[in-house]
């Protein structure tokens, strides 16, 4: 028989999401693939309910719902002090992961080069691959993640077509500075870039760092595609409704891709999250508070533990250091899975999300209740058993 496609013998299945199966396999508390075992809004799920009696229940407009996108409008406007036109400017996706890969196709050809800052989320690499360009690498340096212009402008160099950033940044929490934007946005003007902008977690910003949307800095709205999601910002990851916002000419594009891939998203779950989309400020302020709750209750068991770790100005991520705690020559991929097999807690391996050589990091999320969280620290305080 022929052989199959060359394009995705470059990367293998998403490592997070296996990191979940063997969590459920061994029964671990799965703190790899970031989710919350807590309920989303009941407003929400309340609509949802009336819905499946109501309806719709049959194919979407192809962009997304009309009061789905005129609510979206209404929530961009509110929080980006920004206008989209429902109509021209964006559509509803399959998450956020659909809006960006839908992205990548519409702005590069084949052999472009897209740059990305590392560590980095896992899916950025294999879209890039898929849609046949380059990815280039750029390092985001801990503790504090900064990243040196120099370098950054030596990617520029190379002519990408686009930079993709995901701010509030996975893994590493990092929130980008006005002024790091400000020095990027230059940049993407400069050299004539496109900026790809993933900001599903917008609204999960620690006290004392601010999130600003790259569109709203001078001469990028023409140039930026914003990518975000309900997924975070509602707890509903299985929903899987995502956008993509973009001046129209590239939303036409981005329109194409999205049509013939999937005909549309949920009519169902649109509807009933327009709820979501219109909730008042008091929710985003108790989600922030709740966000807040929950990253100290982790980042202090953490901290009482002895276990090394980032903390993260946004995002629901810690980045651990788990050298002390790692046999001689052990990878971090087999940490993982004795972490889970053994101790009963599900992380990812670093390396699946550092261009560099990068072995012995792990990531955890905390978007977890109370009891969850506890029971979580409870068994990585067994860690040192692990070295043995
Ligand atoms: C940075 C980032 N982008 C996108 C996604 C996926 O979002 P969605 O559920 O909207 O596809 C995730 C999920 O973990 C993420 O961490």
């Given at each position: 028989m022929q052989e199959l496609s060359r394009r995705n013998e470059h990367f293998t299945d998403s490592?997070?999401?296996?990191?979940?199966?063997?969590?459920?396999?061994?029964?671990?508390i799965n703190l790899a693939q970031g989710f919350p075992d807590?309920?989303?809004?009941?407003?929400?799920?309340?609509?949802?309910?009336?819905?499946?009696?109501?309806?719709?229940?049959?194919?979407?407009?192809?962009?997304?719902?009309?009061?789905?996108?005129?609510a979206l409008s209404r929530k961009c406007e509110r929080f980006m002090g920004l206008r989209y036109d429902p109509e021209t400017e964006m559509v509803v996706t399959?998450?956020?992961?659909e809006a960006m890969v839908d992205t990548i196709f519409a702005l590069t050809d084949p052999g472009d080069k897209i740059v990305m800052f590392s560590p980095y989320f896992e899916n950025y690499r294999a879209q890039t691959i898929m849609a046949g360009c380059e990815p280039v690498f750029v390092p985001l340096t801990p503790p504090a993640f900064g990243f040196d212009p120099e370098v950054l402008e030596d990617a520029f160099r190379q002519h990408p077509k686009a930079i993709l950033i995901c701010n509030p940044s996975n893994p590493s929490g990092k929130v980008f500075t006005y002024e790091e934007l400000k020095l990027i946005s230059e940049l993407c003007i400069r050299y004539d870039v496109y900026a790809i902008m993933?900001?599903?977690y917008e609204h999960i910003v620690y006290e004392g760092h601010k999130h600003t949307y790259m569109s709203t800095l001078p001469g990028m709205r023409e140039r930026t595609v914003c990518c975000s999601s309900l997924s975070k910002t509602y707890s509903i990851t299985g929903?899987?409704?995502?956008?993509?916002?973009?001046?129209?000419?590239?939303?036409?594009r981005i329109k194409q891709y999205h049509d013939f891939n999937t005909v549309g998203a949920p009519s169902p779950l649109m509807e009933a999250a327009v709820v979501g989309l219109d909730m008042p400020m008091c929710y985003y302020e108790e989600f922030g508070a709740h966000y807040a709750h929950m990253k100290a209750l982790f980042?202090?068991?953490m901290r009482e533990l002895g276990i090394p770790f980032t903390d993260p100005q946004g995002t629901y991520f810690v980045l651990a250091d788990i050298s002390p705690f790692m046999k001689k020559g052990q990878s971090d991929v087999d940490f993982c899975v004795e972490l889970a097999q053994k101790l009963g807690v599900?992380?990812?391996?670093?390396?699946?999300?550092?261009?560099?050589?990068?072995?012995?990091?792990?990531r955890l999320h905390f978007a977890k209740r109370d009891e969850t969280l506890n029971a979580a620290l409870e068994r990585l305080s067994h860690l040192?058993?692990?070295?043995?």
């Open positions: 490592v997070i999401r296996r990191m979940t199966r063997i969590s459920i396999d061994c029964g671990a807590f309920d989303p809004p009941e407003a929400m799920t309340r609509r949802l309910e009336e819905v499946s009696k109501t309806g719709p229940h049959q194919y979407p407009i192809t962009m997304g719902a009309p009061n789905f996108r005129q399959i998450g956020s992961t993933d900001e599903v929903w899987r409704l995502g956008y993509a916002l973009a001046p129209q000419n590239i939303m036409d980042t202090d068991g599900g992380a990812v391996p670093g390396s699946s999300f550092f261009a560099e050589d990068v072995d012995h990091i792990i040192k058993e692990l070295a043995h």
